[in-house]
């Protein structure tokens, strides 16, 4: 899998944070990221066992520790991207490198299921949603993001550099898909009027304007949405 390979690559896992989230927009992204799954997460209890996947650099990992989750699992396809996390996180309860769409823990073992700048990689959410409704115990929560527009999702020479093509979904669409793989939607936000991307070039003067216009945007033109849905 090409997208494998790309983020296996120990440069691509050693420039990740720094090209997404180095500059004044960059870390505005991440700050905004984080805290939504955190409120998303609210509900869950702190001792639930829960499992980042994909963990990537550790950043959502290494949150969900702060905020006193006390069981928490790495899991990443990417070798490099896991001990990125390791160093990042090392109160995690543990780290386990292995196919997203194959992952080697029982059914109905974990509370929680994380899957953050993930699912928009993949042209279709179906597969993704069975492995979850596997992994998570009855009314277990499944916490990820999507988005509803980006220049990324139109193929082209930029996707070979950022590591592939990504896909767009409809709220509306998805969440019927959700409720045909037996899920429930809890709780929904959405951020950001522009591609989160595109913040990593916002100059640092521009930035409180671009605060305030992500705040006054109506929800439906923002770009990406994080969801809170359980396991009915």
Known sequence: MRKRDYYSDPAIAGDYDAWRFGSAGGRYVDERERAAIVRLAADVPKN??????????????????????????????????????????????????????????????????????????????????????????????????????????????????LGGRIWTSSPRTLTKQLEAAGFRVVATESLFALPSLCYRFIPRPFMPLMERIDRAVGKSLLTKTFWHVVKV
Not at 116 to 144: C, V
Request: net charge positive; aromatic share 8%.
């Open 48 to 161: 639930a066992k829960i499992l980042d996947l994909p963990t990537g650099t550790g950043r959502v990992t290494a949150q969900l520790v702060d905020a006193g989750f006390t069981s928490v699992i790495a899991a990443d396809a990417s070798l490099p991207m896991l001990q990125l996390t390791r160093s990042r996180a090392s109160n995690v309860r543990g780290t386990m490198q292995t196919d997203a769409f194959d992952v080697a823990l029982q059914p109905a073992s974990i509370d929680a299921l994380l899957s953050i700048r993930f699912l928009f990689h993949f042209a279709t959410p179906e597969p993704f949603l069975r492995e979850a409704q596997r992994l998570l115990k009855p009314n277990g929560s499944l916490i990820f993001d999507t988005i509803r527009w980006t220049p990324r999702a139109i193929p082209g020479p930029m996707q070979r550099l």
